[in-house]
């Protein structure tokens, strides 16, 4: 079946650097991926709408400048969370695929730690 | 975007059926309705979809409402591997198609 995959998995890193997630279709197309934030027992919550060839569409309450989003291929976007803090650490999930009446396939997320 | 209504939690026995409500009265003609998993420290898992009709696949059925206020996932013998959160979901068409996740389902299996 299609397949996301999200990279890296997991990452540690110290305050104020910039983290850059990637999130590929590996065997289909996609014009439209999102990405999304899940905080500890908490639902995910859509952060972005990341259209190829275009620029992305964030979500009430997302800083854009914080968050930046590149999606130049059909088979690629990437999230840059730019001079990360202990806050910006999260579950970050990145799904792609399909429109309203197809289902969504998401990627295995990236667990973000910033010391 | 239509709300749904999830029990928070619910409770199996492994090799026992399972059924999952959803409540969606709010519910648009156009909206599909879907319904994901997550299982812990891993991305939503695609269960399955549908309009009006009752569906089938090889993970579970989902049975919608004449009304299609309501719907109900199906798990037939439930397994250690189904704990999971189980998210119904209501899609529109549009040029704003997203999903929108509520707190969903915790599912816990009884060995």
């Known amino acids: 079946g299609a397949v996301v995959s999200q990279h890296p998995s997991w990452v540690i890193c110290k305050s104020g650097t910039s983290v850059k997630i990637e999130c590929r279709s590996l065997?289909?197309?996609?014009?439209?991926m999102f990405w999304y934030r899940q905080f500890p027992k908490q639902s995910l919550m859509l952060m972005a709408t990341?259209?190829?060839?275009?620029?992305?569409?964030?979500e009430q309450g997302v800083e854009k400048d914080k968050f930046l989003i590149n999606h130049a291929s059909l088979t690629l976007s990437t999230l840059t969370v730019t001079s990360a803090h202990p806050e910006d650490s999260s579950f970050y999930i990145c799904?792609?695929?399909?429109?309203?009446?197809?289902?969504?396939?998401f990627g295995d997320g990236t667990r973000l730690s910033i010391l | 975007d239509a709300k749904t209504t999830q029990p928070n939690s619910m409770e199996s026995n492994e090799e026992e059926p399972v059924h999952l409500p959803c409540n969606h009265s709010t519910i648009s003609g156009t909206d599909y309705i879907h319904w994901y998993r997550q299982l812990p420290s891993q991305g939503p898992e695609y269960v399955i979809h549908g309009l009006t009709s009752n569906v089938n696949n090889r993970m579970a059925s989902l049975a919608i409402a004449e009304d299609r206020k309501s719907s109900t996932l199906i798990l037939h013998r439930a397994t250690l591997r189904d704990a999971a959160v189980y998210y119904c979901i209501l899609s529109r068409g549009g040029s704003n198609y997203k999903l929108t996740f509520g707190k969903g389902t915790l599912l816990t299996v009884n060995p």
């Open positions: 065997d289909f197309q996609a014009t439209t």
């Open positions: 990341s259209n190829e060839g275009s620029k992305a569409t964030y």
């Open positions: 799904s792609a695929g399909g429109q309203f009446n197809q289902p969504q396939h």
